[in-house]
């Protein structure tokens, strides 16, 4: 299948400061990626859709001024989460769908990146 | 909005017994549905799908069938293994994002 790679796995970072999530499509172009939040021993929380050349669209509740997406190719998103705070602290994953024309709307996942805040 | 309802966990199982995760769904459109395990440490990795009803998706001895009647697309193993210890989501995709189930944890004892 697709192969989605995302970096860094793991992060560890002082409560202000921000940092960057990539979430890349190694063998396919990606119009579109997702991002999503899973908390520990809970589901995953769609947070956006990221769109190739266009603003992402954000789910009710989430900040977009805190987690700024862009998704400037169509292989790569990036997620910044600024002035992060401990509550930030969460496993983010990234995904990017393949085969729509085929009709499988099948997603691809990354790795996902945990992220913990001091 | 699309959503997925699915059997709360945890589930604890000794080895070689039979497995069934509940999940329903409701959609105003034609989704495709999806089963997704997360093994300790790691991603998420699908592990079967249906994108029609009454298809069945199958992988690794687990099974579960698109029923539009009952909305419905249960997991079921015959027989699980120790190794089959992990979570799984339930999931659907209809105008191309993916919503998940809350997940059950099982466990599977020797």
């Known amino acids: 299948g697709a192969v989605v790679s995302q970096h860094p796995s793991w992060v560890i970072c002082k409560s202000g400061t921000s940092v960057k999530i990539e979430c890349r499509s190694l063998?396919?172009?990606?119009?579109?990626m997702f991002w999503y939040r899973q908390f520990p021993k809970q589901s995953l929380m769609l947070m956006a859709t990221s769109n190739e050349g266009s603003k992402a669209t954000y789910e009710q509740g989430v900040e977009k001024d805190k987690f700024l997406i862009n998704h400037a190719s169509l292989t790569l998103s990036t997620l910044t989460v600024t002035s992060a705070h401990p509550e930030d602290s969460s496993f983010y994953i990234c995904?990017?769908?393949?085969?729509?024309?085929?009709?499988?709307?099948?997603?691809?996942f990354g790795e996902g990146s945990r992220l913990t805040v001091l | 909005g699309d959503s997925v309802t699915q059997m709360e966990g945890p589930v604890t199982l000794s080895e070689e017994a039979f497995l069934t995760i509940n999940c329903t769904y409701t959609?105003?459109?034609?989704?495709?549905l999806f089963w997704y395990v997360q093994y300790p440490g790691e991603g998420l990795q699908l592990l079967l799908k249906?994108?029609?009803?009454?298809d069945k998706g199958s992988n690794k001895g687990f099974e579960a069938t698109y029923r539009k009647e009952t909305t419905s697309f249960h997991l079921e193993k015959g027989s699980v293994q120790v190794s089959d210890s992990a979570v799984y989501f339930c999931?659907?995709?209809?105008?191309?994002?993916?919503?998940f189930g809350a997940g059950t944890r099982l466990t599977v004892k020797p």
């Open positions: 249906a994108t029609k009803a009454d």
């Open positions: 999931a659907l995709s209809d105008q191309g994002d993916m919503r």
């Open positions: 063998d396919f172009q990606a119009t579109t």
């Open positions: 959609a105003t459109g034609y989704p495709s």
């Open positions: 995904s990017a769908q393949d085969g729509w024309a085929s009709g499988s709307r099948e997603l691809f």
